[in-house]
């Protein structure tokens, strides 16, 4: 009850606030007021169009320009791989140039060599006493020394490019193998390290003459693997042969990493050009050879771009004649069975018979020190002898594992013999 008589107290004062607040709007018609907010509504709308059509021109108009930009850019571009262009073709020009000369200057230095020649023996025919009916011939060009065909003038870019090996693919087949060595069994290692204790391999590494050894693993064929325990022995002798302080050259090629299909170096033609290029690398950076010098091929056709493959041994054998004298030219070759399958039966041979004709020439003046490997046994060189062969079938040692341990003590008692 008391509630109620509070409510019914309240009701006077809400009545008179409500008419308070509707005296605010008694002059107002309802009609009017919203005419008010539908032209207020209109001017709004009217307001927010205009600013979306401003809107949507500058976007137009910024999205222009950018377009411009794009195409001004696009041309700019265009204009500038234009002009790399001609100046690569300027620069192919000139390089075309330089070779030119260069050869005009051999081939004129050929003619002048050899016309000087010429002139000179027809000069000394002239004083040669002839017999009065010999007198009317003595004009003929019969009688002049026959003409010699010319020298075909390389340089070493040019062998490089007739090549194609890649410069640095034989000490990246090296760092690979040591970096495998690490994980191979020990026994094995030191099994394949006792070559070094051989005295044929002891006679070819330190003997001041050329040589030849070939050392067989006589491992299972079925176990062996294209990385096996002697070429990791041989790719630490090639690192230990470029560190010793005398003066030689190392060429290494691994065979059993180049034995697959698709490898552009596989077989005895891909062994030769990798010896070629690497030579030809050795030499230029030992300032044996100029860069760019051209080198005389007496051999070699003019149309010299397809070589065959008796032309790339005697290369090889023309490259190692370049070699000052005095030098040790030291050529590892590991894993050389790979390579003795029927379809290269003759390339195996004319390689071998280039290697040969290195070694028995005396008149050349590096000695050329060749050492061939096999994980298992090479069935294709019977012509070696007895001192030219090694065998690890009953060479097994225990203790010393470490491949580098064996060529320090190989060179010492070496050292201590020549002492």
Not at 239 to 262: E, Y
Not at 368 to 386: C, E
């Amino acid at each position: 009850m008391e509630l109620l008589q509070q409510i019914l107290d309240l009701v006077p004062i809400i009545l008179s606030l409500v008419g308070k607040a509707m005296s605010s709007f008694k002059n107002f018609d309802i009609d009017d007021l919203l005419a008010a907010v539908r032209s207020s509504s209109d001017k709004v709308r009217a307001c927010a169009e205009g600013m979306m059509d401003n809107i949507i021109v500058v976007t137009h108009q910024t999205t222009q320009n950018i377009h411009n930009i794009m195409q001004q850019t696009e041309d700019e571009v265009g204009e500038l791989r234009g002009k790399i262009e001609e100046i690569l073709h300027h620069q192919k020009s000139f390089q075309l140039t330089l070779d030119s000369i260069s050869g005009k200057n051999n081939l004129l230095s050929f003619l002048m060599e050899w016309l000087s020649k010429f002139f000179q023996a027809c000069y000394m025919y002239r004083l040669t006493p002839q017999e009065p009916g010999e007198r009317e011939e003595e004009k003929s060009p019969k009688q002049c020394p026959p003409v010699c065909e010319p020298a075909t003038p390389v340089t070493p870019r040019q062998l490089l490019r007739l090549m194609n090996v890649h410069h640095l693919g034989a000490l990246d087949d090296e760092h690979h193998i040591i970096r495998r060595g690490h994980s191979m069994n020990s026994d094995a290692i030191s099994h394949a390290a006792s070559m070094f204790q051989t005295s044929q391999v002891q006679q070819l590494l330190h003997s001041p003459k050329s040589g030849v050894v070939l050392v067989n693993g006589c491992t299972d064929r079925s176990q062996h693997t294209k990385i096996s325990p002697i070429t990791y022995v041989c790719a630490t002798l090639t690192q230990a042969l470029r560190r010793s302080p005398d003066r030689n050259v190392v060429l290494v090629f691994f065979c059993g990493k180049h034995s697959t299909s698709n490898d552009d170096l596989m077989g005895p033609q891909g062994l030769m050009r990798s010896l070629v290029a690497h030579l030809v690398l050795t030499l230029v950076q030992n300032a044996y050879i100029s860069d760019s010098a051209p080198i005389q091929f007496s051999f070699l056709q003019r149309d010299f771009e397809e070589l065959s493959f008796k032309d790339i041994c005697q290369l090889f054998y023309r490259l190692v004649e370049l070699v000052p004298k005095g030098i040790t030219l030291h050529c590892v070759v590991d894993g050389i069975s790979y390579y003795e399958k029927p379809v290269w039966r003759g390339d195996y041979d004319l390689m071998m018979e280039c290697f040969d004709s290195i070694i028995t020439n005396e008149a050349m003046g590096v000695i050329f020190k060749l050492l061939l490997t096999s994980p298992t046994t090479s069935r294709w060189l019977p012509s070696l002898m007895p001192h030219q062969r090694v065998s690890l079938r009953n060479l097994r040692r225990k203790g010393t594992t470490d491949p580098e341990i064996y060529l320090q003590a190989a060179f010492e008692n070496t050292a201590m013999q020549q002492d």
